[in-house]
């Protein structure tokens, strides 16, 4: 019995283990990205959703060296960290993010 | 079909008899190049909607020709013997010509005889026992239209379904002859396995079954082959500097069987704005947007898979969520209810049922005035 129950901690620890990846790189967690209109012509694109093994502050730097753009980093309480460019760029975004290894179906592109 | 429905009083049969003989030509004209490439999508959903009122169409009808039947009986045996008479004569004139007209009917709109055909066989059934009287004369006409033979026979048939319209017969008769041979092979397409004990064959079925359909329901040949399915485009203009008016949204929601508040819910979330309803149902949307723009988010609300007409690059776009078309049927016919604070899509034309994602407005960028925020 007792190693019988010293094996069954193994198991659920690796039902644990599996979830927890299965959940970073899950398709079910989408990246989504946003527009929003500011005054006048300019906009803001939004990123939002970006999975943990990518460094936020890095991938902003390069969209900013890529587009000829500014940004910021967002923290937010329930979205976490949010990349913020100014501009639409929610194409180039998309299509910078799938160049590099991103799966199409995990991108979401919302706006009109 | 509703215009047939009134025409349910017997009063009325011969109108109704009138009108179906000649619909059924020209339906069958246009049958044809419908027939032979079916769509099976669409097909499938027509059909579902067809095979419903099919059936009630024929069942009239035949209540129609029982009607008929009965009051006509004396007058129609006669006729009745003739027809089966001219059917066996006509196969032995012209087993090749039939033969050969046979296989070219495929695309065929041998249902469109198709009332004809069942009371054809009833009055075959019962009247098969008396003798005909006015054999010699029909002979005369089959010899005369030999050429034509089979086809002709179909027709005489039609005609002499409706025997106390001497004059609509006459018609009748000098639409099919000036007709071109097409349709005529159509109507003789019907004859094989009526005419002979031989088994009817899964094609010549098939296309009675589409070509009946289609004479049942005209509507559903024209828009069968590409359903279409139209709302009206959103009127957007202007109000003010910074707003946008949406004027139709409650039409477009009626349209779609949806609630608007779930349709605007959606155009917030996704447009990254907020608005509000003013008192004559127009939706007012803060920011400036055009028609083009709504109307992209319209379309990725019902579901109808579509690329941003922005996109420069060749990125396709998942469709995020559909909140209208069906996914195992592409039909718009759905309902969305709400159960249990998760909403369900059922779908009235194959009855599928799924479960549809809650609409979530992502990140909101602050933009503006903080000092406004603040005070709001």
Known sequence: ????????????????????TENVGSSSEYIHIR????????TLTTLQGLPKQYDPKKLLKAFKKEFACNGTLVDDDKMGQVIQLQGDQRLKIASFLTDNGIEKATIKVHGF | MSAEEPLFDPSLKKRKKKAVAFTEDPLGA?????????????NTTTSGEAVDLGPTTAHEQMKMNGEGGDEDFKAMFGDLKKKKKKKEIPMDFGDGDSGTSTPTIIGAAPAI????????????????????????AFEKELSGSKSKSAADDDEDVEIEHNPNLDIDDADL????????????????GSEPWLSSDRDYVYPELL???????????????????????????????????KRSVFANVTDICKKMHRQPEHVIQFLFAEMGTTGSVDGAGRLVIKGRFQQKQVENVLRRYIGVSTS???????????PPVEYVACKTCKSMDTLLTKENRIFFMSCESCGSR??????????????GKRSKNRAA
């Open chain 1, 1 to 20: 019995m007792s190693v019988q129950n010293l094996n069954s901690v193994d198991p659920f620890a690796e039902e644990e283990i599996l979830q927890g």
């Open chain 1, 35 to 42: 527009i929003q209109q500011r005054n006048g012509r300019k």
């Open chain 2, 30 to 42: 246009e049958a044809d190049p419908t027939a032979p490439a079916p769509e099976t999508i669409d």
């Open chain 2, 113 to 136: 005889t198709e009332d004809l055909d069942f009371s054809d066989i009833k009055k075959k059934k019962k009247k098969s026992k008396k003798a005909a009287l006015d054999m010699e």
């Open chain 2, 173 to 188: 008769e000098n639409d099919p002859f000036a007709q071109p041979d097409v349709p005529v092979g159509v109507d003789s």
């Open chain 2, 207 to 241: 296309s009675r079954f589409y070509s009946l359909l289609h004479a049942a329901n005209p509507a559903l040949l024209s828009s069968s082959s590409q359903k279409r399915y139209t709302i009206a485009p959103p009127s957007i203009h202007r109000e003010g500097n």
């Open chain 2, 308 to 318: 941003l007409s922005i996109s420069p690059c060749k990125i396709y776009i998942p």
């Open chain 2, 354 to 367: 799924r479960s549809v994602n809650a609409i979530k407005s992502g990140f909101q960028a602050q933009v």
